[in-house]
């Protein structure tokens, strides 16, 4: 079975600063690899996916997540958070061969001004 | 462009009766996943549609059924409403192709159910 686990309730950073969001996941075979937003009483936004290829990956927003086998991690980067980052934050992960996501249970990042 | 539509954003049943909630993919799409999200919890994936038949079912119990309608649209049906059936449900839609993206999925804004 494949499980998604982020350790964070919350993170919380200051606007200009550096964000990191951290996921850890467990899959048989190759992961494939996914982040998405959630703004309130909306649903979720693709931001970024690792299939293969490069470790680091460059998604919408100014956002990336680097890929480690040995570590079996995500994690979500920002160089410099903005206010308007603020929203819930869910790594997702589908085993290779198979088409349905498993979530973790979400991270609300909060970005003070 | 449209992207998925859900329907109705809302709904309160009571305990017992039955619910079908709707979904268009987004154009161009042939696959359709829903998905339940309780509150303070990650989704929880319940069953996908290819072809107008169930593809991949997670661990729900047969109350949860659905179906998939020739344009690609597809329902979801809970019968026998419980307290704890009371989430946001989120319909997603795909390709299912062989192509690098085939496995992104883009979500409704969901339909919230409220059971009393």
């Known amino acids: 079975a494949q499980s998604v686990a982020q350790p964070e309730d919350q993170v919380n950073v200051a606007e200009g600063n550096p964000l990191t969001v951290k996921c850890t996941y467990s899959v048989s075979g190759n992961p494939y690899l996914f982040w998405y937003v959630q703004y309130p009483n909306r649903g979720l936004q693709f931001l970024l996916k690792?299939?293969?290829?490069?470790?680091l990956v460059k998604g919408s927003y100014g956002f990336e997540a680097e890929f480690n086998k040995s570590q079996t991690s995500f994690h979500l980067k920002k160089p410099s958070a903005l206010v308007s980052d603020s929203a819930l934050y869910f790594c997702a992960v589908i085993a290779s061969g198979y088409s349905t996501l498993t979530f973790g249970k979400g991270t609300m990042l909060l970005v003070s001004p | 462009d449209a992207g998925v539509t859900q329907s109705p954003t809302h709904l309160i049943k009571t305990r017992g009766q039955q619910v079908t909630l709707r979904c268009s993919p987004k154009s161009g799409h042939d696959t359709v996943s829903w998905y339940q999200q309780a509150l303070g919890q990650g989704p929880q994936f319940i069953f996908q549609y290819y072809e107008e038949e169930e593809r991949q079912r997670g661990n729900f119990p047969d109350r949860f059924s659905g179906h998939q309608f020739p344009n690609y649209s597809s329902e979801l049906n809970v019968n026998a409403l419980l307290l704890g059936d009371s989430a946001l449900y989120l319909c997603?839609?795909?390709?299912?192709?062989?192509?690098?993206?085939?496995?992104?999925?883009?979500f409704g804004a969901g339909t919230r159910l409220s059971v009393l």
């Open positions: 997603a839609s795909s390709l299912a192709s062989l192509a690098g993206n085939k496995n992104i999925q883009y």
């Open positions: 690792y299939i293969t290829g490069d470790n």
